[in-house]
């Protein structure tokens, strides 16, 4: 698989501290964008990210960013992950985990 980067991955536990879960070289695709709600703007980034790892640990509710963190310090442009889907079939060149993300 091509890959344009790396993403970090990060998760928060129980206490509410960040640990820097992972970095993995990726596929980023990003759209940004606002919505127009009735009363106010709201924030609509989106991202898909392939990931041809799967090992990656990834979860639903993770915080995942563009490049290469090695500890958290703001949370402040990342994305929350929205789904994550692990396609293992196939040959291992076409193995990966796709990643939603807003």
């Not at 090992?55 to 509710?61: I, L």
């Not at 290469?68 to 929205?82: A, C, I, K, Q």
């Amino acid at each position: 698989m091509i890959t344009n980067g790396y993403c970090t991955i990060v998760r928060a536990d129980d206490d509410g501290n960040y640990t820097v879960v992972g970095t993995y070289p990726c596929m980023w695709q990003e759209c940004e964008g606002y919505e127009t709600k009735k009363y106010s703007e709201e924030n609509a980034d989106k991202a898909t990210i392939w990931i041809p790892d799967l090992t990656a640990d990834v979860k639903k509710h993770d915080f995942i960013c563009r490049g290469e963190l090695t500890e958290v310090g703001d949370l402040d442009g990342m994305l929350t992950v929205m789904s994550v889907s692990r396609h293992d079939y196939g040959s291992e060149d076409m193995q990966h985990i796709e990643i939603g993300a807003r």
